[in-house]
């Protein structure tokens, strides 16, 4: 296979004294910290902004991810670690990635979490706006497995869009008329929003994230991308086109083993940060998880907030997804009134 992805040389990662990667904490979306932010996001394809949750939303979150995974297995398991086993965790979701929930979660603590003022601020401070959409995603969750190797997650590079689509579109139309017909009857229809970026030559930014809610060491395993791969994903896809015929040219999540991009396997970094913190990424960058190989879990909660004004969200789609929405907050008694702050409510697509 001819590439000249040897061209790509990967930019080494700023880190802290204790190990985790350089991340910025912002007073509001556009303070000079900020600015410093949205530099380091264009050179690297990604950031880290710390302090998002509170150790008590942090707490408070993994112990819902607690209550998901039970209401899953249909038994009590968090305090027996000798029952997570493969036979429980085959009901989880998405177990060979992490993935807790095979479509977006709606509890009361993962709805809530979507309108975190800090989070909104971390989105506002990399997409230039603050009038922003929040998407309805799912939880991840690693198993400690230094003792229980078998439990182990695969380490994976993927995009979460079609790299040969994305290259050899004229325009947004198919974006466009995929999005616009989103009727949000299906939780699946919250995945499919997200993995729509358009195409290169109108160039929207997108950018995907995910809060980690225990502190995550290289060890512990979870995220890691391939940096400054947003600049090259352009010229990648057009010299790897031989395996645009491998996963289609719609498929809109491309995982890509080992033995095709050893070089981006070789190249990839895993992003360690302090518990509470966001990691934001662009939508370009190959990015995945590496394996946990510790005794402590991973535990994240996903996110993508997009402009409210993007030209895919029609009236017709915004009155059917709010709608939607309204529905899932009534099933977990969340009052949009009195439970969802103003931010909330914008975010949430209800604000009149």
């Known amino acids: 296979m001819m590439t000249s992805t040897t061209k790509f040389q990967s930019p080494v990662i700023p880190r802290d004294s204790d190990g985790f990667v350089k991340s910025f904490t912002l007073s509001s979306y556009n303070c000079p910290e900020a600015s410093a932010a949205r530099t380091f996001f ?51 979701g998405i177990v060979h990635e992490g993935i807790i929930g095979d479509a977006s979660l709606w509890t009361r603590q993962i709805l809530l979490n979507r309108q975190t003022p800090a ?25 400690p497995t230094k003792e229980h190797p078998e439990r182990s997650t695969m380490t994976n590079l993927h995009l979460d869009m079609n790299p040969w689509l994305y290259i050899d579109k004229e325009d947004n139309s198919h974006q466009l008329e995929t999005l616009s017909k989103l009727r949000y009857r299906s939780d699946d229809d919250w995945i499919t929003e997200n993995n729509e970026p358009g195409c290169a030559k109108i160039g929207e930014l997108h950018v995907q ?10 060890e512990d ?25 491998c996963y289609g040219h719609y498929n809109q999540f491309i995982m890509i083993g080992r033995q095709h991009i ?43 907030m997009f402009p409210a004004d993007h030209p895919a969200m029609t009236l017709e789609r915004a009155e059917k997804r709010s709608k939607a929405i309204m529905a899932k907050l009534q099933a977990v008694n969340i009052d949009p009134e009195a439970d969802l702050t103003p931010l909330g409510r914008k975010l949430f697509g209800l604000a009149t």
């Open 209 to 218: 994230g995910l809060v980690n809610l225990a502190d995550n060491r290289e």
């Open 262 to 304: 050893p070089e981006l396997y070789g190249a990839a970094c895993h992003i360690s940060s302090r518990a509470g913190s966001a990691i934001l990424w662009d939508q370009r960058t190959m990015h995945g998880s590496r394996a946990n190989q510790s005794q402590c879990p991973r535990y994240a909660q996903f996110f993508k």
């Open 119 to 143: 989070l909104h601020t971390a989105f506002a401070s990399v997409l230039g706006t603050e009038n922003l959409l929040v998407n309805q995603d799912r939880y991840g969750m690693f198993r």
């Open 221 to 245: 395993g979870g995220f890691w991308l391939v940096p400054g791969f947003h600049k090259y994903l352009t010229q990648w896809a057009d010299d790897h086109r031989d395996l645009s015929h």
């Open 42 to 92: 264009e050179e690297y394809g990604f950031v880290v902004i710390a302090n998002v949750y509170t150790p008590e939303q942090c707490n408070d979150t993994i112990s819902d991810i607690w209550n998901v995974i039970e209401s899953l297995v249909g038994q009590p398991l968090r305090n027996n670690e000798q029952l997570w086993t493969q036979e429980f965790w085959s009901r989880t």
